[in-house]
């Protein structure tokens, strides 16, 4: 079953590390990233720019809205994701505390629902 591991953090505490503790951080995910495909569960993971990058859109009434940053203002803002695939919830919740951001931030864990499961025809 498919897990996507959300990592949400605040991202002024990324904007203050030194060099070194950006390097070191790097690596570990890194690592991580290694360990994760060697054990044959890694399906797709990526880091995404600060939020002041996003762009939120809305479509109401069959109007689109698109507004420039994020719509809602939280501490923590989503900074990466991992999408795994491993048995159960168990497992996936075992790979997300090995995360080096569980260290710093909070991984939501949940699972994927594929849309061939609630849409059939959307194959």
Known sequence: ???????????????????????EMTAAFGAYTEALKEAGVWRAGARLRPVNTATTVRA????????????????????????IDVPDLDQALAWAARCP????AGLEVRPIWPM???APNAR
């Open 101 to 104: 951001a569980a260290d710093y």
């Open 1 to 23: 079953m498919e897990y996507l591991l959300m990592i949400y953090g605040n991202e002024a505490r990324a904007a203050e590390m030194t060099p070194s503790q950006a390097a």
């Open 60 to 83: 109401k009434n069959g109007k689109t809205e698109v507004l420039n940053g994020p719509f809602a203002e939280t501490r923590e803002q989503l900074g990466g994701y991992y999408l």
């Open 116 to 118: 061939h499961e609630y």
